[in-house]
């Protein structure tokens, strides 16, 4: 089985930052293989793609709504994914979720996630 979990989310001001974490687990689950995404779904409508990145970190990819906004990276070391999030906006509020991929490519496509956290709470205000 494979835990992920979040943290990092919070309330904070438009034109602010977050960090978000994701820690991974799991003893079948090979961090430095598979990659790493992050999702966000905002009231009332569908979960939507954010960033993901391969298993070496080597390769992202950004949804165009953040891109030179957020940054994802990851830690191999310590199986964790992380998501800088700056220049905040209002319309960025959402639950983040975390997402893995046994392969280490990144994709946009949510249906290739086989493993989710449970989410973390960003609140943007205006």
């Known amino acids: 089985q494979v835990q992920l979990v979040e943290s990092g989310g919070g309330l904070v001001q438009a034109g602010g930052s977050l960090r978000l974490s994701c820690a991974a687990s799991?003893?079948?689950?090979?961090?430095?293989?598979?990659?790493m995404g992050w999702f966000r779904q905002a009231p009332g409508k569908e979960r939507e793609f954010v960033a993901a990145?391969?298993?070496?970190?080597?390769?992202?990819t950004y949804t165009d709504s953040v891109k030179g906004r957020f940054t994802i990276s990851r830690d191999n070391a310590k199986n964790t994914v992380y998501l800088e999030m700056n220049s905040l906006k209002p319309e960025d509020t959402a639950v983040y979720y975390c997402?893995?991929?046994?392969?280490?490519?990144?994709?946009?496509?949510?249906?290739?996630?086989?493993?989710w956290g449970q989410g973390t709470q960003v609140n943007v205000s205006s």
């Open positions: 799991g003893h079948t689950f090979t961090f430095t293989s598979s990659t």
């Open positions: 990145i391969s298993g070496s970190g080597g390769v992202t």
């Open positions: 997402g893995a991929r046994r392969v280490s490519w990144p994709t946009k496509d949510q249906r290739e996630y086989g493993y």
